[in-house]
């Protein structure tokens, strides 16, 4: 492991939400943009912990809404980092409706590319990953190959 290497635990982020009225859309449903602004705030403190430096949404990659929520859930935000490049990472954010009895059940999986921002506000370099599980480990390679993605459709122009 290199020296300035950290472990995806080490930037892990939890944040928990009551939704309220405020929050829901004219269908009586969490408001996806409410959700997204929620899932950016968790993306951009794992980041910053991962990178000891302030980070900035470049792109959501992959936003996938599985379950509705509604007035009075628990939702629990949960962000990971999954891949580093040089000065960008990728941030796994997984948000959950949390049950009475505390289990979780899955509602929205988003990655977030995030770049770090030196004192100047220009990119600069992020510490390397060094996932220790076998799940981070398949998560790290499934990154390299998002990456690979994002640089061919840029290239396209898609």
């Not at 269908?27 to 996806?32: C, P």
């Not at 996938?64 to 490049?85: L, M």
């Not at 960008?88 to 899955?106: A, G, H």
């Not at 390679?141 to 990456?147: A, D, S, T, V």
């Amino acid at each position: 492991m290199n020296t300035n290497s950290k472990t995806p635990s080490l930037s892990y982020t939890e944040q928990v939400h009551l939704v309220n009225s405020a929050d829901l859309n004219g269908s009586k449903r969490l408001f996806g943009g409410t959700l997204l602004s929620w899932i950016d705030v968790v993306a951009g403190i794992t980041a910053r912990r991962h990178t000891g430096k302030n980070a900035i949404t470049a792109a959501i990659d992959n936003l996938n809404f599985i379950k509705p929520a509604h007035a009075n859930d628990v939702i629990v935000i949960c962000g990971k980092v999954t891949y580093t490049g040089n000065t960008s990472l990728e941030v796994c954010v997984k948000s959950y409706i949390e049950n009475p009895d505390c289990s979780r059940e899955l509602m929205n999986k988003a990655y977030v590319v995030m770049v770090s921002l030196g004192d100047d506000d220009k990119p600069c370099p992020v510490p390397p990953l060094c996932p220790e599980t076998d799940s981070e480990i398949a998560e790290f390679e499934m990154g390299k190959k998002r990456r690979e993605l994002r640089k061919l459709r840029r290239s396209e122009k898609f």
